[in-house]
């Protein structure tokens, strides 16, 4: 069974509480795909200049963030590991002469425990989280997702979690701002044409890229180029869902590779 790959947004934390058409998508999805054997998630919340991958039995949820409503706080997230597959990941980053480093003792951020948490409720399935690195450029971010691809045919969900348009600093009291639609548009065609070379330089390219993706928050497009790169043997690309938020923050889902998913 050949799992796809995705890119999910994470959006805020809240995500964890809210009851919205984006956190039933992704509930939806959770049970529209096939069962995987593990996952492994890239999060925007992890950025190190070297490669890093959890390696522990068992994970809890890190509460990563502050001002919050209380609630959000109380919410517990426990789930499985598989030091099989943490196994697994590492030969493949030696085969690539990627220079890595286990983590044994850290849980999972909340750019990955909030979106298992609305795909996989019951935390049954084992996972692995890995770091970025938002200083890569984005084609060896790429190769670092590419190097992974076996894991998709071996039954392991790879997902890299983050945002597209993501610019909390942005005003939303009129609705999505216009001013990053532009920017949207250009992305999603790129991404739907697998357009590396100039997905690859979407920071000089794109319009407006500085509203929808400011420097602060560079680390969160990055996973995209990681769940991409996994899929660089089919080199499919569709779109699932979309929800614009006010201001500039928009949840995306993207499906790579696997059978077509259809709607939902």
């Known amino acids: ?54 390696d522990a039995d068992r994970y809890e949820a890190i509460h ?8 959000l706080y109380q919410i517990r997230y426990s789930i499985p590991g598989d030091r099989k597959i943490a196994y697994e990941v590492q030969n493949l980053f030696q085969q690539g002469n990627l220079k890595f ?17 609305r795909l996989y409720p019951d935390a049954e399935i084992p996972v692995l989280e890995l770091s970025i690195d938002s200083k890569r450029s984005p084609m060896e971010q790429y190769e ?16 890299g979690s983050g945002a597209l ?8 009291d009129q609705g999505p701002a216009p001013q990053v639609e532009a920017f949207d548009q250009w992305v999603s065609d790129r991404i739907s044409q697998w357009n590396l070379s100039e997905l690859f330089r ?19 497009f990055c996973p995209l180029f990681y769940a991409m790169g996994a899929a660089d043997n089919e ?25 077509d998913l259809g709607d939902l």
């Open 235 to 259: 080199r499919t690309a569709k779109r699932l869902f979309q929800d614009r938020r006010p201001g500039a923050l928009n949840l995306d889902v993207w499906q790579f590779g696997g059978t």
């Open 202 to 220: 979407y920071d000089k390219l794109a319009p407006n890229v500085r509203d929808a993706v400011p420097s602060y928050a560079a680390e969160h």
């Open 64 to 71: 990563d963030f502050y001002g919050y409503p209380e609630e």
């Open 144 to 159: 670092i997702g590419k190097m992974l691809a076996a894991l998709r045919g071996k039954g392991v969900l790879i997902i």
């Open 101 to 117: 480093k286990t983590v044994p003792d850290r849980g999972l951020d909340h750019g990955a425990w909030v979106v298992l948490r």
């Open 1 to 54: 069974m050949t799992m796809p790959s995705l890119f999910i947004a994470h959006g805020s934390p809240m995500l964890a509480l809210e009851d919205s058409a984006y956190t039933a998508y992704l509930q939806r999805l959770g049970r529209r795909l096939p069962v995987p054997k593990a996952i492994a998630i890239f999060s925007a919340h992890w950025d190190d200049p070297q490669q890093l991958l959890t």
């Open 165 to 172: 348009v993501h610019n909390l600093r942005l005003s939303g």
